[in-house]
């Protein structure tokens, strides 16, 4: 199992815990993006660094991910994607994307989509706080703890 990071928008904070799994449980964590990111000398955390261009980290990580590996995106057509390759995605705010829920959850995505291109303002995400970053730890934690021996 391998720890796949869509790291242009990943927080702050869900980076730290990443970085605390990578040192502890000896996980491979790869960080895709599409510019330079600082990230500490961890033995077990790679930089993937892709051209400017739209999708080319969600494709690079889509290319190299395998059924069983975690993919942290809160890109909805990426988790998709990965999903339908026998992954797992998890949102920073620890939603659990697998095959029983991305159908649903791409389908009102692109719903959404649909209303603010036709002008209705939906609003978007709230702040990200301590409590999303705990139930990211949480979530995060449970995979981990599920794959590993």
Do not use: W
């Not at 990580?61 to 069983?68: F, K, N, Q, T």
């Not at 990426?78 to 389908?107: C, E, F, Q, W």
């Amino acid at each position: 199992m391998r720890i796949f990071v869509d790291g242009d928008a990943c927080p702050k904070g869900v980076k730290e815990i990443l970085f605390r799994v990578a040192e502890r449980k000896r996980i491979s964590v790869i960080f895709v993006a599409n510019q330079y990111l600082r990230l500490p000398p961890i033995a077990t955390i790679e930089m993937i660094q892709v051209p400017d261009g739209a999708d080319l980290a969600d494709d690079r990580i889509v290319e190299l991910c395998a059924a069983g590996d975690i993919i942290i995106t809160a890109d909805i057509p990426l988790a998709a994607r990965v999903v339908k390759k026998g992954a797992i995605a998890l949102d920073p705010r620890g939603t659990l994307y697998d095959s029983n829920n991305i159908g649903h959850i791409l389908s009102m995505r692109d719903f959404m989509d649909d209303l603010r291109g036709s002008g209705v303002e939906t609003g978007g995400p709230s702040a990200f706080g301590q409590k999303e970053r705990a139930k990211f730890a949480n979530a995060l934690d449970s995979l981990v703890r599920l794959a590993l021996p």
